[in-house]
């Protein structure tokens, strides 16, 4: 199968949620929620949006709103496991920023996250890492989560026992 | 009605009014920032608040409404530092560079803290500097000056219909884009302007080309000649502080002579040019089974509206080129030829009312005159220039004047130059709403049925109305046209020719509100008042032109006598005549290549 076809069967995908959604209530959220769910890498491709604008007439910069706003939808490709360091306050002054340089040197991408203000995924898909404002786990800092899993108190040696688990990649001490 | 309190004082006012405008009609003043008539009021600023009795807050006016017995006050230490304060905080993220900014002196930010005596700035900044957004051939967008008041999202949106820019991400990071940030120039956006118009600040400017047209005029090897929209003569008046609507066509000729062009022309000639070559297309049309209803092509905004959103109507565009481009072609052939210039030298620069024509002028068929000359001088590629070298915008042309020191309002009155400054009532008219119709009819009234119009005003097309229509009697065949301003207007009569149901042969359009009387280059601000004074003035020059039919510029009629011989002939399909791109909302893929065209479903 070469590539167009799969671009090609994706679109008759959408096609199918936009028909089942078509005069519901809140229908572009659900198309667009399903749409990403329908992606390998859990993201809205800009080909996926433009089908989706195409489909329902909602102007393009419409769906940019409502995509950027909710930040349950990804313009970005996902890899296959989600670190999420908190950059709250409280974590901040627990040493985030240190944890969020020491996964740079771990997985060899320091530069991406620099800014301490981070959304990057590994070339390999393997990892997404990305921050939050806030956790709301205060207490628990510095918090990070894996896969959905958050750990509290993390130190450079746990986070680097969690990577570990969590793939079978040699992770650079 | 209801009763109200403002101030200690009873007033009777209109129910469902709001605050503001209750007490805008008992003649007291609230000062207001985001709000604007007729286009926003997204109560964003927190600049228009007043204390109402019983309220736990204070209120903003611009969006509650008035109750009986309502009790108001306009006035107290708490509103003053509240409004303070809220414009604080927009100075907080604004980067204060009012000394070298383009709407220095004509921006409502800085007026409003001046207004409220905001005499510092005590809050940090906590957005990042994001970069500016200069993909635009018409317009510049720096997102860092912009107050959130969601007037340009609001006019796209609504009054254009285009949808190029919206509200993105929340909170703090909340900013205008365009889709998937790619930018104005390369998004379906009409550079229409209107956004421009209405920004309380300098977020979204015309793109500055005073500096270029400068340099142009002070090399000794170019000769730099200048044509002027009909729009522009009650236009830069008030850009240069007189009253709104002042007609200063004599002063503004003479003031772009002290700038230093060589000679001063009338986009007008070319205006009455289209009428002959227009006026026969729809002859043309209608005699032999062409595309029907015809539209007009004067405005570019328009047509790329047209090229984006209804491909598929792109038969029933006039395919004569804008006056504009009329002119840049006849200016760099007939006149070069004249005068005995290289073309290769002349300079032809556009005062336009209109961001779009700067769009216009680059677009790549727009070279008709070098493709005219190329073979005959056997010149390469390497000499190619554009029909029209640079457009300035009514603003610019403001801000040339002053940097010239150039008294403008104690100007003489001096006459255009010849032979491209001729010009009658039909082109002037061009510069409002319903004008090109009318002159058009004027003119196809008289060749299809030989005789003499008695009045020559067809008043059912002028006026601020959005759609007009009227019927026209021409020898026994009645003829029903519209005329529509702003594209939201448009899009209603181009679904009606979708449809198959459109009743009209001949339809106007022009992209902005009011015609290029209200175009997004003009003095800013730009209301309907405004537009209805410039209104005046275009229909009082008219009034007072000798010869108001195209067909009857003497100057056109040598044209044609001398290089074209007759409307729609073989040099003018070259020189006047274009075509046109079915675009779709198209969208760029980020590594510059372009993906199939798409169209809307609605
Ligand atoms: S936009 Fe207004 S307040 Fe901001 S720098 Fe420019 S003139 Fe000053
Ligand atoms: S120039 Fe016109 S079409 Fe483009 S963003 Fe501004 S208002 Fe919209
Ligand atoms: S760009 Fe201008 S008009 Fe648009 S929201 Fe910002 S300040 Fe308002
Ligand atoms: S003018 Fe009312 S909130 Fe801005």
Known sequence: MDGTEVVSRELQQIDAVISKHKGHHGELLSILEETQLLSEQQFLSEEALNHVALRTGVPLSRIYSVVTFYSFFNLKPQGKHKITVCRGTACHTKGSKALLDDLGLMLGCETALEGGDAFYTTPDNQFTISTVACFGQCALAPVVAIDGVIHSNVTSGTLQKLLARVSRRRVKA | ?602
């Not at chain 2, 703090?172 to 309380?200: D, F, H, W």
């Not at chain 2, 009329?326 to 620069?349: C, L, Q």
Request: charged letters at 25%; one cysteine or more; proline letters at 4%.
């Open chain 2, 1 to 602: 009605m209801v009763t109200v309190r403002i101030n200690g004082s009873e007033f009777q006012v209109q129910k469902n009014l709001t605050i503001l405008e209750a007490c805008t009609h008992a003649g007291i003043r609230i000062p207001t920032l985001c709000f604007m008539q007729d286009v926003a009021r997204n109560a964003s600023c927190g600049v228009c608040l007043v204390e109402v009795k019983g309220a736990r807050s204070l209120v903003r006016s611009c969006t509650a409404c008035v109750y009986e017995g309502m009790e108001i006050v306009t006035n107290s230490a708490r509103i003053r530092d509240a409004r303070k304060t809220n414009v604080e905080l927009l100075l907080a993220n604004h980067p204060k560079d009012c000394l070298t900014c383009l709407r220095n002196q004509n921006c409502e930010l800085q007026t409003i803290a001046a207004e409220l005596g905001v005499m510092e700035s005590r809050f940090v900044q906590t957005k990042k500097r994001v970069p500016l957004d200069t993909t635009s051939p018409s317009l510049v967008r720096d997102p860092n000056k912009c107050i959130l008041c969601g007037r340009c999202i609001a006019v796209c949106s609504n009054v254009q219909t285009v949808h190029a820019i919206s509200d993105s991400q929340r909170g703090i990071k909340t900013r205008i884009s365009t889709y998937m940030e790619k930018g104005l120039g390369n998004v379906a956006c009409t550079n229409c302007g209107q956004c421009a118009l209405v920004c309380p600040t300098a977020a979204i400017v015309e793109r500055d080309d005073t500096d270029a047209v400068f340099e142009e005029l002070m090399d000794p090897e170019k000769i730099v000649i200048v044509q002027t929209a009909p729009a522009i003569r009650v236009g830069i008046g008030e850009a240069m502080g007189m009253a709104p609507g002042s007609l200063v066509t004599g002063q503004m000729v003479a003031g772009l002579r002290r700038l230093g062009f060589k000679r001063v022309f009338d986009t007008q000639f070319a205006a009455d040019l289209t009428i002959m070559e227009e006026g026969h297309e729809l002859i043309h049309r209608l005699t032999n089974k062409g595309a029907l209803p015809m539209i007009t092509s004067c405005s570019p905004g328009w047509i790329k509206f047209a090229e984006h959103f209804f491909p598929d109507a792109l038969p029933h565009l006039s395919t004569c080129k804008s006056p504009q481009q009329m002119f840049g072609a006849i200016a760099k052939t007939y006149y070069a030829a004249k005068m005995e210039y290289d073309p290769r030298n002349i300079v032809v620069v556009s005062v336009m009312p209109c961001t779009a024509k700067k769009y216009e002028a680059r677009r790549p068929e727009m070279m008709g005159a070098f493709e005219h000359w190329k073979e005959k001088r056997a010149w390469s590629d390497q000499d190619a220039f554009y029909d029209v070298d640079y457009v300035l915008t009514t603003r610019e042309l403001a801000r040339m004047f002053k940097e010239s020191g150039i008294q403008f309002a104690s100007l003489p009155v001096e006459e255009f130059d010849n032979p491209l400054g001729e010009s009658t009532g039909a082109a002037v008219i061009f510069g409002a709403s319903g004008g090109v119709m009318e002159a058009a009819l004027r003119t196809a009234y008289e060749v299809v049925t030989g005789k003499t119009l008695a009045d020559l005003n067809f008043t059912s097309v002028r006026g601020m109305e959005g759609i007009k229509e009227a019927e026209v009697d021409m020898n026994g065949k009645k003829l029903k046209v519209a005329v529509a301003h702003s594209l939201g207007n448009a899009r209603r009569l181009l679904e009606q020719i979708q449809a198959g149901q459109s009743p009209y042969a001949f339809i106007e359009i022009m992209t902005c509100p009011g015609g290029c009387l209200g175009g997004g280059g003009q003095p800013i601000p730009t209301t309907w008042d405004v537009r209805k004074k410039r209104a005046e003035s275009i229909y009082a020059e008219d009034m007072g032109k000798p010869i108001r039919k195209s067909h009857e510029n003497p100057q056109v009629a040598a044209l044609y006598r001398e290089l074209l011989k007759n409307p729609l002939g073989e040099l003018s399909h070259h020189l006047l005549h274009t075509s046109y791109e079915k675009r779709g909302v198209f969208v760029w893929n980020t590594n510059g290549s372009r993906t199939k065209n798409l169209t809307h479903a609605k």
